[in-house]
């Protein structure tokens, strides 16, 4: 057959949050729905924060992380610290600018318990978004009293992510978005309420449930008009090791994430390492062919999770009067170019930064040292370019 359905497969992506619900807890509860989604594709432990102590440091804080998968930055970038979302930094854009750039008369759609997710990160109808509009939203439930009287157990936010999740299973299957985004919110509040519990387990049950619908929608689409999806699955951080309950600090288990998904060309940092957050973004840019600008694409923290890459890992530190690039190769064989810039006009105003190259070397080398004598006082940005990736990285003096 010379065209195979498959050649031509429009491609469509969703991901998925399910608020706060820490690995050990997911993997203890049963999940018949999120099992079935990782036998296709797979399931990893993950992490959120940014680098511990390092300048990338990140609040395990509910809008801080939606904000980091959205943006594939960590908060040194986006700039959203708490759940006020006072400041975003624009600059860095969502999935969702990248993707109406790249490909104007792509649908995009929003399913969501919190309201701030569309009106705040996303930024929708603001003037620093370009006065950026999704084209489907379903959200606002929680600021609806009226409709939804608010009630200590939490049991209008169970309703509200019910809801959403009904509606967004009925237009994925109808409108079917080229890309989506489902929040769901009621885990957290059991969470916060009851700790490591029954009550959590049973919250979590739910959740998989409302997966479900979304996944059969998917199924449907897939089956019904050969295009081919994506779904990812993640909570946006953990919980305190004692008792389940906070988050917001750096501890191990409020840092550990987890990440379900569809994808069948999960690659060696899926199934080997531990990736994060922030590599969201690039492995849905991966999958539905985003064109990146370069400049935003060397801002970009994460790396995809599908398809061949180069590096991952990268770091930079100061020793013997030498900067130290490391990092870690995936390819067998191969070069990188290394890259830097002493400004950051990107951060501070959203325009280009000047990149000058001051070595190419084997990837294999895994390390590349430079006197630091010799390179501008400051802060510098370094770009790491191999053959199928590339990583960003800070050194802050
Ligand atoms: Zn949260």
Redo the contacts with the bound molecule.
């Keep these: 057959m010379f065209f195979s359905n498959q050649a031509f497969a429009q491609k469509k992506a969703v991901f998925i949050i399910l608020?706060?619900i820490p690995a050990d807890v997911l993997e203890k509860t049963p999940t018949p729905n999120l099992d079935k989604i990782a036998k296709v594709g797979g399931y990893t432990r993950a992490y959120t924060g940014g680098e511990v102590g390092g300048y990338s440091e990140t609040p395990t804080?509910?809008a801080v992380?939606y904000n980091s998968l959205l943006t594939g930055t960590w908060a040194n970038k986006h700039n959203v610290w708490g759940n006020d979302i006072k400041a975003p930094n624009y600059s860095y854009w969502s999935i969702f600018r990248f993707l109406r750039k790249s490909s104007p008369s792509a649908k995009l759609g929003i399913y969501s318990t919190w309201e701030d997710n569309r009106t705040k990160l996303i930024g929708e109808g603001l003037a620093e978004t370009g006065f950026f509009k999704m084209d489907f939203s379903f959200d606002g439930f929680e600021v609806d009293t009226l409709t939804y009287p608010h009630d200590s157990d939490k049991k209008y936010i169970q309703k509200i992510d019910n809801l959403v999740s009904y509606e967004a299973a009925y237009q994925l299957k109808t409108i079917a978005p080229d890309l989506s985004w489902v929040y769901l919110?009621y885990t957290?509040d059991m969470g916060h309420r009851f700790g490591d519990s029954p009550e959590l387990a049973e919250a979590v049950a739910l959740a998989d449930e409302q997966v479900g619908r979304i996944y059969e929608s998917i199924r449907y689409r897939e089956e019904k008009f050969g295009e081919e999806w994506l779904i990812l699955i993640t909570?946006?951080?953990g919980r305190k090791a004692e008792d389940g309950k906070d988050?917001g600090g750096q501890s191990d288990r409020e840092r550990e994430i987890w990440m379900v998904t569809n994808a069948k060309e999960l690659n060696p940092y899926f199934e080997n390492f531990i990736p994060a957050m922030v590599d969201i973004l690039p492995t849905i840019a991966r999958f539905l062919e985003i064109d990146l600008p370069e400049n935003a694409l060397k801002e970009i923290d994460g790396v995809s999770l599908i398809g061949d890459i180069s590096l991952v890992n990268a770091n930079t530190e100061i020793e013997n009067e030498q900067i130290k690039l490391t990092w870690v190769p995936i390819q067998k064989s191969g070069k990188v170019t290394i890259s830097y810039a002493s400004t950051d006009n990107f951060g501070e105003t959203g325009n280009v930064d000047n990149y000058s190259k001051i070595a190419e070397i084997d990837l294999s080398a895994a390390e590349f040292r430079f006197p630091i004598a010799e390179l501008p006082p400051g802060k510098l940005k370094f770009w790491i370019q191999g053959e199928r990736n590339g990583i960003g990285v800070w050194l802050i003096r």
């Design positions: 608020d706060g804080i509910s992380g919110e957290d909570t946006d951080h988050h």
